[in-house]
């Protein structure tokens, strides 16, 4: 793991979120405040639309101005260090496991197994295989793809902006499951 140090340094969100120690910042609060101004299914439109404005060639991002999409952008990263926060300390944050009956409509469309749905630290723990920093430069690849006149293409493989969009959906429809327990 690495030391205090560097996880601050790469808690840039959470920093700013806690004011303060990203380490003692409520991932929940996090969380929460990711949901706060969107729902989960305009959360998972909005990563499509990100991450297929990234891919074209010139500015395609629709959803308002380029601040509109560099705000989205900071709050990805906020739900990116909020689910590392879970990742590093789940004993900080016990979850009761649900059970699948009690799905509400309201949830849909889930992008989980019945046993992630279950267990939402399985896909946190499945997302961390790779190192916060790879997604986080993932992420800002894409970011300078949405706001600039070029393709994320030119830079990143597209199939790992694609798996970063499918991950992030999954991290999106855990991190409801989180919240709403």
Known sequence: MKNQYQLCGLLSRATLFCKGNPLK???LAMIQEFFSYATPQEHLKAIDDFCTAALKDGYHWQQGSAA???FYSEQLELLLEAAYLIYIKPQKYPFKK?????LSVKELPVLLS???????LLVIAQ?????????????YAC???VLSNSS??????AAEVLGLCNELKRLV???NCIIER
């Open 25 to 27: 910042a409520d991932a």
């Open 98 to 102: 649900r059970a699948v009956a009690n």
């Open 68 to 70: 509109n999409a560099l």
């Open 114 to 120: 019945a046993k992630e749905y279950q267990n939402q």
């Open 152 to 157: 994320v293409a030119e830079e990143v493989d």
């Open 143 to 145: 970011t300078h793809g």
């Open 127 to 139: 997302f961390f295989k790779q190192p916060l920093l790879h997604w986080k430069q993932l992420l």
């Open 173 to 175: 429809g855990a991190a």
